[in-house]
């Protein structure tokens, strides 16, 4: 067989491989989130310890008093971690609109994890109760049929947020 | 900038290049959480970072000749991959030298090299990963319980057919098929980094 240069050997791996899967463009945005999630690994995370090394390459040219090559300057910006203290009012605007679309998130979850999926039964045992008249059982009924109402239209909007 | 003057998503970018750099190392049966090029230390994330900061220094240039700006950025950091590896196992050859010698001579014993100069014995071997034989050979191990993607892998590696519709043709589908196929793949490889073929498994290093 004839004998290949590395170049060539790296070429020829590289023509497989993009044939078996694709060029590198063809991973998508939803397939990449998907991978990163598999792989266990935190977005937010990654970008910031990304954020935090070509901040590291910034301060180079900082150090040298020169201007930051364009592309730096829009990688910083983009990858900019919402912890880092706001430098404008677009900046304060779009860390705010995060913070609540993440608090609105968890508290969705956090309604959902209360509201039971198994349909609702309560606790009867009361009507056995010797002491109760018949208009106390009547409240008590009216407080349980208001609390099944309440629950499942919890349930309904739940299910239109997903 | 981008092809179209614009410039680009960089978090789009990282998270992409993220995913395609753990792909890659699937191929070179480098997996798992905290998978590294052995003997160098060098992760996923530590390639994608590489990559970034050269685009972003303009020390890689995007030409529209050469695909989309994911493409040239994602091949420069496979290139990178298969480079370290490479490199690595030009090294081992010489370090497995130097231990053949020096492990007969007790006068030489403080010239060994240091335990984290061999080899990990957990680790791929970097001079079979970037073999084509080897490559080949770990790519059928991956997908050998699943028939759709052993048929993509025996056309382009017994047929030689690289094109999404040449592939379509000879397995009697759509090329859209092909992609989906690919897709799977890509998820295998990711999955099953550790992954090792035949002839590594016997392998002791």
Same mark, same amino acid.
């Given at each position: 067989?004839?004998?290949?240069?590395?170049?060539?050997?790296?070429?020829?791996?590289?023509?497989?491989?993009?044939?078996?899967?694709?060029?590198?463009?063809?991973? /998508?945005?939803?397939?990449?989130?998907?991978?990163?999630?598999?792989? /266990?690994?935190?977005?937010?995370?990654?970008?910031?310890?990304?954020?935090?090394?070509?901040?590291?390459?910034?301060?180079?040219?900082?150090?040298?008093?020169?201007?930051?090559?364009?592309?730096?300057?829009?990688?910083?910006?983009?990858?900019?971690?919402?912890?880092?203290?706001?430098?404008?009012?677009?900046?304060?605007?779009?860390?705010?609109?995060?913070?609540?679309?993440?608090?609105?998130?968890?508290?969705?979850?956090?309604?959902?994890?209360?509201?039971?999926?198994?349909?609702?039964?309560?606790?009867?045992?009361?009507?056995?109760?010797?002491?109760?008249?018949?208009?106390?059982?009547?409240?008590?009924?009216?407080?349980?049929?208001?609390?099944?109402?309440?629950?499942?239209?919890?349930? /309904?909007?739940?299910?239109?947020?997903? | 900038?981008?092809?179209?003057?614009?410039?680009?998503?960089?978090?789009?970018?990282?998270?992409?290049?993220?995913?395609?750099?753990?792909?890659?190392?699937?191929?070179?049966?480098?997996?798992?959480?905290?998978?590294?090029?052995?003997?160098?230390?060098?992760?996923?994330?530590?390639?994608?970072?590489?990559?970034?900061?050269?685009?972003?220094?303009?020390?890689?240039?995007?030409?529209?000749?050469?695909?989309?700006?994911?493409?040239?950025?994602?091949?420069?950091?496979?290139?990178?991959?298969?480079?370290?590896?490479?490199?690595?196992?030009?090294?081992?050859?010489?370090?497995?030298?130097?231990?053949?010698?020096?492990?007969?001579?007790?006068?030489?014993?403080?010239?060994?090299?240091?335990?984290?100069?061999?080899?990990?014995?957990?680790?791929?071997?970097?001079?079979?990963?970037?073999?084509?034989?080897?490559?080949?050979?770990?790519?059928?191990?991956?997908?050998?319980?699943?028939?759709?993607?052993?048929?993509?892998?025996?056309?382009?590696?017994?047929?030689?057919?690289?094109?999404?519709?040449?592939?379509?043709?000879?397995?009697?589908?759509?090329?859209?098929?092909?992609?989906?196929?690919?897709?799977?793949?890509?998820?295998?490889?990711?999955?099953?980094?550790?992954?090792?073929?035949?002839?590594?498994?016997?392998?002791?290093?």
């Amino acid at each position: 067989m004839k004998r290949r240069t590395p170049e060539e050997a790296r070429n020829r791996i590289n023509r497989l491989s993009e044939a078996l899967i694709g060029a590198p463009d063809e991973i /998508g945005g939803e397939e990449a989130e998907q991978a990163l999630g598999e792989a /266990g690994l935190d977005i937010e995370a990654l970008q910031e310890r990304v954020y935090q090394r070509l901040y590291a390459e910034a301060q180079q040219y900082w150090m040298a008093q020169k201007d930051l090559p364009p592309l730096l300057k829009k990688a910083l910006d983009d990858l900019r971690p919402l912890s880092a203290p706001p430098r404008t009012e677009a900046e304060l605007a779009r860390q705010a609109k995060t913070s609540v679309e993440r608090i609105v998130e968890k508290a969705k979850l956090l309604a959902s994890a209360l509201v039971p999926e198994a349909p609702l039964t309560f606790a009867e045992s009361y009507r056995n109760k010797q002491d109760l008249t018949e208009t106390d059982r009547k409240s008590i009924d009216a407080v349980q049929e208001q609390l099944k109402i309440k629950i499942e239209r919890l349930k /309904g909007k739940d299910d239109k947020g997903q | 900038m981008s092809e179209h003057g614009q410039l680009p998503d960089f978090k789009d970018l990282s998270k992409r290049l993220m995913s395609y750099g753990l792909v890659v190392f699937g191929h070179f049966s480098l997996g798992g959480e905290d998978a590294v090029v052995p003997g160098t230390g060098l992760s996923v994330e530590d390639f994608v970072v590489k990559v970034l900061q050269e685009y972003a220094t303009g020390r890689i240039k995007h030409q529209k000749s050469r695909g989309s700006l994911m493409t040239v950025l994602g091949t420069a950091m496979r290139n990178d991959i298969v480079d370290a590896l490479r490199k690595k196992s030009h090294e081992l050859e010489e370090t497995r030298a130097t231990i053949s010698v020096n492990e007969d001579s007790e006068e030489k014993d403080h010239e060994k090299p240091a335990l984290d100069e061999y080899p990990q014995s957990m680790a791929p071997d970097p001079s079979s990963v970037v073999d084509e034989e080897e490559y080949r050979a770990r790519i059928r191990t991956v997908v050998d319980d699943e028939p759709p993607l052993k048929d993509l892998v025996e056309a382009v590696l017994d047929l030689e057919l690289y094109k999404p519709e040449d592939i379509a043709d000879a397995l009697g589908t759509s090329a859209a098929d092909i992609q989906n196929r690919k897709k799977k793949l890509r998820r295998r490889l990711r999955q099953s980094g550790l992954v090792q073929s035949p002839k590594e498994e016997g392998r002791t290093l």
